[in-house]
């Protein structure tokens, strides 16, 4: 029977991954060695008393790792993948040709906004920002305004909370068997948030410097890395679709859709070489993310709060000081969420602070002024007006509708028992 200790109230393990999550906010230069000690303490404390919902003792270890490394290896590939993706988009030639489209005055500041929310629904949300920060560098001549960096990052993120391929919280909840559809209605709430915070931000932006949007001469599209993007985004979207009308009962058991990408990066390598130098630092990052991942997969998560709009409306404040990634792997394993409403609030809500998600831990690194708690929040101000503003809309137009269970638990249910000075019960686990 495994156990759950409690210290007033509050599960160890929690406290522990809160540790974590807040030494990963503060040491932003050491946040993988933060996350593999908190792996390896989280482990340690369940290896010696709790146990693992599958059992106690290295062999609880062993089962738990078995369940969860489908996750893992999708996770990794998938992130690898789309890093090497987005430098496939990058190399095509068409974001120098964005400013083409741009306006002249501060509505060309605003459609290059919406240009990254685009592109961020079928690229990851952080080459969106990266493009984006490039694009804005060159068309502003390097003079771009705090609170328009804040926009960039919140036009990523919104841009990507209702596709499955935008956002590696979407990207996880799809891997983990949610319905591709059950997140598109995110998009009410990120196309509201848009309008809420893109106009201000364009009109800072404009009065800080204006826009210069021409195009550099002999520029010309490579239509087969264009190709090729699509070749990669169609093998994971069909491949994910195959398994689980056809081979239900394999989806589990094997990571074919991070195998899938791979493949198809390597096909399309016969035609264009990749930029393989991407590779370690996306893996780098990819081992930061699984760490944490892995963390919040020991979670007691029946101890949680309740699934409801307003736990979910909560998380996205959460969001923006703790990564999302094991945010939504605690949803996940809880369930009982509405998981478009969910998608919103830990892939936009990251955006209220410069690291509260990848894409604006990436952009500050092209914009080190940007790396300011107090001026991204002074500036940035209309991004949070926008979280708030695009949940209740949708909260108003589309309602709470929490989902069925996309998936069977066999995990069992822990034993709660309190540390000697706290009173607490004791429930035996069922299957």
Known sequence: MTQTVTLLGIPVEFLLFACTLLGVALLHAHTLRVALTGLAVITAYKLAFPGFDQGPGLDGLVSHLGHEWVLLANLLMLLVGF?????????????????????DDWKGAFVLLVLIFVLSSFLDNIA???????????VFKGRVHIGYLAAIVAASNGGGSGSVVGDT????????????????HAYVAAVVALLVFGIPAALQQHRHQPIT?????????DWVRVGIVGFI???????????????????????????????????????????????????KGALFLLSLVLCASMMPVEHLPVASWQTAFGLGFVSSV???IPLTKLALEQGGYDWGFLAFAVGYGGSMLWFGSTAGIALSNQFPQARSVGAWLRHGWHVALGYVVGFIVMLLVVGWNPHEPHR?????????VAVPSIQATAVPTHA
Request: proline content about 8%.
């Open 213 to 221: 949007a021409d195009v550099e001469p002999g520029v010309r599209i």
């Open 83 to 103: 890093a090497v993706l987005a430098r496939f988009f990058d190399a095509s030639r068409i974001p120098d040709m964005l400013p083409r489209f741009l306006p």
């Open 322 to 324: 703790f990564d999302n």
């Open 128 to 138: 969106a920002a990266i493009i984006g920060g490039t694009v804005a560098a060159s």
């Open 408 to 416: 069977r638990s066999d995990a069992a249910g822990p034993a709660v």
């Open 233 to 283: 985004l169609a093998s994971a979207i069909g491949t994910n679709v195959y398994v689980n009308l056809r081979h239900v009962e394999l989806a589990d058991r094997f990571p074919f859709i991070g195998v899938a990408v791979l493949c198809a990066i390597l096909l399309g390598s016969l035609l264009r070489r990749p930029d393989w130098g991407v590779v370690p630092e996306a893996a």
């Open 169 to 184: 919280t979407t990207t996880m909840m799809w891997i983990d068997g949610v319905d591709p559809f059950d997140v598109v």
